[in-house]
């Protein structure tokens, strides 16, 4: 460990993606694993964060207190729930350090309340964190742009595990938001997220999502552009959850050297248009 290594806490450390990022942080060099969050009730309390990952003792207990941990700290990574990542939203702005956020499934209040915090950390947010899918909603929004409305229909299908909880993904309404933005519409206004019974025809010019669950499927997406005898798919296959470990390490990396405000990944790896 460096005295210049980038203290970061993990939120949600006994969880996989929290033990992914507790085992990819100790074989990173430049960061260093300063503190792991759980909630009060987790069974995990007190316990050595490096054993729950399978490293071996590291020193670092899991706490159910994040205060102490986030004001001596210089970086959060949290992919947990809405209401979690909006309380470490708030208390990351007092510590005015970065605010990786790879939480999916928030509401427009929720995003109005990380913007809030943004004015005084580095929140670097995105419905997914692989260097991959960012590519593919930057090939989504110029494959739509290009293609005309009135002869393309396109559809976002997404596949994940069992036991996930909200739908459509968050990678998928990041799609289906650059395909909209590349066709220069509003996605809330311009989507179908469901169809069942007697729907009648497709309407011109929406977006629609199909979403899938089943098994342990990590995270499988397509964005489809179907015309009159032709279709085009782009599509992305998580095969490892590291992926997204590391998307939001470089992510929190990135940040560290930035003014406070709201960044996505696509800020991260050079491909914002702004």
């Known amino acids: 460990m460096s005295s210049n290594d980038m203290k970061l806490v993990v939120v949600g450390a006994a969880g996989r993606m929290g033990q992914t990022l507790i085992r990819l942080i100790h074989e990173t060099p430049g960061v260093t694993l300063h503190a792991a969050i759980e909630r009060e009730t987790s069974a995990f309390i007190g316990k050595d964060a490096g054993e729950i990952a399978g490293l071996g003792v590291n020193g670092v207990a899991i706490t159910s207190d994040p205060l102490e941990a986030f004001v001596n700290a210089e970086g959060v990574i949290d992919f947990t729930s809405p209401a979690s990542s909006v309380t470490f939203a708030a208390l990351a702005a007092q ?107 497709r309407v011109e010019g929406t977006i629609g999502f199909a979403a899938l669950r089943g098994g342990s499927v990590i995270g499988d997406h397509s964005v489809i552009f179907a015309g009159e005898g032709e279709r085009v798919t782009l599509s992305h296959y998580a095969g490892d959850r590291s992926i997204f470990a590391r998307g939001a390490l470089a992510a929190a990396i990135w940040a560290r050297g930035q003014k406070p405000g709201l960044y996505s990944m696509l800020d991260v790896l050079g491909l914002s248009e702004d």
């Open 95 to 201: 510590a005015r350090i970065v605010h990786v956020i790879g939480t999916t499934g928030c509401s427009p209040e929720d995003e109005a309340k990380f913007e809030a915090a943004a004015r005084h950390a580095r929140v670097v947010k995105s419905g997914n964190m692989s260097l991959g899918v960012n590519l593919l909603g930057v090939l989504a929004r110029q494959t739509a742009k290009a293609l005309p409305a009135n002869a393309w229909d396109i559809e976002v299908v997404e596949m994940h595990h069992k036991h996930k909880v909200d739908a459509p993904s968050g990678t998928a309404l990041l799609l289906g938001n650059e395909a909209a933005i590349g066709r220069g519409i509003d996605l809330a206004s311009s989507s179908v997220r469901v169809r069942d019974g007697h729907t009648g025809a």
